[in-house]
C-alpha cells in the first residue's frame, strides 16, 4: 500500500510537469528564435550549468520539471526509435554513465539523454530562466536511477511502460487503476 501512494504522489507531480511542459512547448514553437544549431549542441554539458555539485533533495519533482522531461523524453525516443531491445537495467546503467558529466558515445542511450538534457538548458539560457546548478541535474539524475529501480517488472521494461504511458496520457488515475496497473506491468 505504501508503494502504492508513493506512486500516487509520483504521478500527481509527474502530471503537472506535464502540464507545464506543454504550456512551456507553445511558446517555444511561437518562438523560432530558440532553434539549436549544431555548434549549440557541441557545447560540453558541463559548461552549461553552474559549478556547484551541492545535491538538493527533491521534494516536487515538478520543481525540476523541465530536467526530468529531457531526460525521459529522451529514453523513451531511445526505446522506440533506436533500440526496442532496451530495458529497465540498460537505464540505469546509462543514468550512472551521466553522473560524471563527460562526454557519452555516440549513438548510446547516454548520448541521446546528454544531448536532450544540452537542448533543454541552452533553451533556457535563451528565455532567460536561472541557471541549473551541477548538483540540481545530478540530484535529478539520481532520482530518475531510484525510480527507473521502483518500476520493476518480470519483463525488464517496467519502468519503460510507465513513461511511455505517461506521454501517451494512459496514466491510471484512480486508486483501483493504480493497483490494476501495477498488478498488470510490475508484478
Not at 45 to 62: A, F, G, K, P, T
Not at 115 to 141: F, H, N, W
Request: proline residues 1%; glycine residues 4%; hydrophobic residues 40%.
Amino acid at each position: 500500500m505504501q508503494q502504492i501512494l508513493q506512486l500516487d504522489a509520483q504521478f500527481d507531480a509527474e502530471f503537472e510537469r506535464f502540464k507545464i511542459f506543454l504550456e512551456e512547448v507553445q511558446f517555444l514553437l511561437v518562438n523560432k528564435k530558440d532553434e539549436l544549431t549544431e555548434e549549440d549542441l557541441n557545447i560540453p554539458l558541463r559548461e552549461l550549468v553552474i559549478n556547484d555539485r551541492r545535491r538538493v533533495r527533491i521534494r516536487d519533482m515538478s520543481d525540476y520539471w523541465d530536467i526530468f522531461f529531457a531526460i525521459e523524453r529522451a529514453i523513451l525516443a531511445y526505446w522506440e526509435d533506436y533500440c526496442t531491445a532496451l530495458k529497465d537495467r540498460d537505464v540505469i546503467k546509462s543514468l550512472y554513465s551521466l553522473l560524471d558529466f563527460g562526454e557519452q558515445e555516440e549513438g548510446t542511450l547516454a548520448s541521446w539523454i546528454a544531448e536532450s538534457l544540452k537542448a533543454m538548458l541552452i533553451l533556457r539560457k535563451r528565455t532567460g530562466k536561472k541557471d541549473y546548478k551541477l548538483g540540481e541535474v545530478l540530484s535529478c539524475i539520481s532520482l530518475l536511477i531510484s525510480l527507473v529501480r521502483t518500476h520493476r517488472s518480470s519483463d525488464g521494461i517496467g519502468y519503460l511502460k510507465w513513461i511511455k504511458n505517461f506521454f501517451e496520457g494512459k496514466m491510471p488515475l484512480t486508486m483501483d487503476e493504480i493497483i490494476d496497473y501495477i498488478r498488470k506491468n510490475e508484478m
